[in-house]
């Protein structure tokens, strides 16, 4: 009996052996491919952003809307609470893109990177963390960040540009942003914007104007056709600087030319915001002022004539002149104008009316017509 229950418990104690050994492999063999699913799925999260930020560079989108894209999916992906995207702008970062707060946080953040850029420019970029508190650095402490890390954005060694990433309440012993992947996204992101960029100046020598900066008349007739089709109030109007020819003639042509640029920049400055300049050819200016009836387009237009009328032109001669400049405006739909072609025929006979009458003038297209 005595060696029977032994033999029982000697059974007993092999079974639960094999019993623990098949659990551990079970646990083991679970665990593997546990492993492996997380890995796959890393692999397809991994694949997913990159998929995504360089699909941003074939949307043909702003500059400013692509950061904004680029923030969102950093945010999403990563441990961040706060990123700002930066351009090299010649001389400057300049903030194109943040999640951080108002305008004036992002002119102080763009203070802030400037200054590092210059010790940071040849370096992998710069983390400041601390463990109590916050940072010093301007709006660090009212935003309650206790960790940043600035990037340059480098394609073929040049810096086209850089990020910030700020958190608050971060613990650096869980950071995933030295990690490799890490700087593979942050590579792809240099060279999505390098991309933009190139996209940008393409579109910039496209639509503008090579001597005025201006747009141009074939995105003029883009934004014109635009606006017909939306069926809004807007108003047009023909600008041309009297007597061109004989300044020309006068100062000679490159003095000319300065005058079409300096015009050209007061009227952009007095129509921003509600209104686009257009450079139409020669001497003459298309100005298109959304949302505006024909008289308000009047009383912004006397304005600017006045103001142009004001301008001292000042060559690198040190020889001033003055110019003034007549305009015409028509009105949609009020004018009932069935393309664009008629809506520039009705602001040019306006425009005419104003230089036959004494130039330097505004007339308005439904009191002549």
Not at 170 to 189: A, H, L, Q, S
Request: with cysteine; proline share 1%; aromatic share 12%.
């Amino acid at each position: 009996m005595k060696y029977a229950m032994l033999f029982i418990l000697l059974i007993v104690i092999i079974i639960v052996a094999i019993y623990q050994l098949f659990i551990y492999k079970l646990k083991k063999d679970y665990n593997l491919k546990l492993l492996r699913l997380e890995s796959k799925l890393a692999d397809v999260k991994s694949t997913n952003i990159l998929r995504e930020l360089l699909e941003i560079s074939y949307e043909k989108e702003s500059i400013g809307k692509a950061s904004k894209k680029i923030i969102y999916i950093l945010l999403n992906n990563f441990d961040i609470n706060f990123c700002t995207v930066f351009l090299n702008t010649g001389n400057k970062l300049t903030a194109c893109a943040s999640n951080a707060g108002s305008k004036d946080i992002m002119k102080e953040l763009g203070d802030y990177v400037n200054n590092l850029s210059e010790t940071v420019m040849g370096v992998g970029g710069k983390k400041l963390y601390t463990e109590c508190g916050t940072l010093s650095y301007n709006t660090a402490a009212d935003r309650d960040i206790n960790f940043s890390f600035f990037i340059p954005l480098k394609v073929n060694g040049n810096m086209i540009g850089a990020l910030l990433i700020e958190n608050v309440n971060y613990d650096d012993r869980n950071n995933d942003m030295g990690v490799e992947f890490f700087k593979v996204v942050i590579d792809t992101i240099s060279i999505t914007l390098q991309n933009l960029i190139y996209y940008d100046k393409i579109v910039h020598m496209a639509t503008r104007d090579a001597l005025t900066k201006m747009y141009n008349r074939r995105q003029m007739e883009k934004v014109l056709t635009e606006y017909m089709a939306e069926e809004k109030v807007f108003s047009v109007a023909m600008m041309d600087i009297d007597h061109f020819k004989k300044f020309n003639d006068t100062y000679g042509h490159a003095f000319g030319d300065l005058v079409l640029i300096e015009v050209s920049k007061f009227m952009k400055k007095q129509v921003t915001g509600y209104g686009e300049v257009f450079r139409y050819g020669g001497e003459e200016f298309l100005i298109c002022f959304n949302n505006l009836n024909s008289e308000q387009a009047f009383e912004k237009l006397d304005n600017i004539r006045k103001g142009i009328e004001a301008l001292t032109i000042t060559n690198e001669n040190n020889v001033s002149s003055h110019v003034t400049a007549s305009f015409g405006i028509a009105e949609y739909p009020k004018n009932k104008a069935k393309d664009t072609t008629i809506l520039k025929e009705f602001a040019d006979q306006a425009l005419y009316y104003s230089k036959e009458h004494g130039r330097n003038q505004v007339t308005i297209y439904n009191d002549i017509s």
